[in-house]
Nanobody, 119 residues
Framework: QVQLLESGGGLVQAGGSLTLSCAAS????????LGWYRQAPGKEREFVAG?????????FYSGSAKGRFTISRDNAKNTAYLQMTSLRVEDTAVYYC???????????WGQGTQVTVSS
């Protein structure tokens, strides 16, 4: 019954911006660390950004995402976000939302949303 649903993907020109959303249900949202990952064709899934549980005061970014992407969460809405700016062609990938808790070691993934950046 746990579900993570990504949305907001689409086609954008290089240099543009896009915001992804991850709506969660069936879990105690505030207790989960959240993350965004991406996978480009022919490549391994890679970490993009993460945010700690509860107030999300701590965030983490990959070298590529740092300075361009911002991860945030709204516990009242059970939703996580990934604001992306200055997009590059190499950002093209399927973006996945991830939720994990250390309490039970439970981990969940969304189905993904496609982001395509054109030159």
């Amino acid at each position: 019954q746990v579900q993570l649903l990504e949305s907001g993907g689409g086609l954008v020109q290089a240099g543009g911006s896009l915001t992804l959303s991850c709506a969660a249900s069936g879990l105690s949202f505030a207790e989960y660390r959240l993350g965004w990952y991406r996978q480009a064709p022919g490549k391994e899934r890679e970490f993009v950004a993460g945010i700690h549980e509860k107030d999300g005061s701590s965030t983490f970014y990959s070298g590529s995402a740092k300075g361009r992407f911002t991860i945030s969460r709204d516990n009242a809405k059970n939703t996580a976000y990934l604001q992306m700016t200055s997009l590059r062609v190499e950002d093209t990938a399927v973006y996945y939302c991830n939720a994990v808790t250390r309490t039970t070691s439970a981990e969940y993934w969304g189905q993904g949303t496609q982001v395509t950046v054109s030159s």
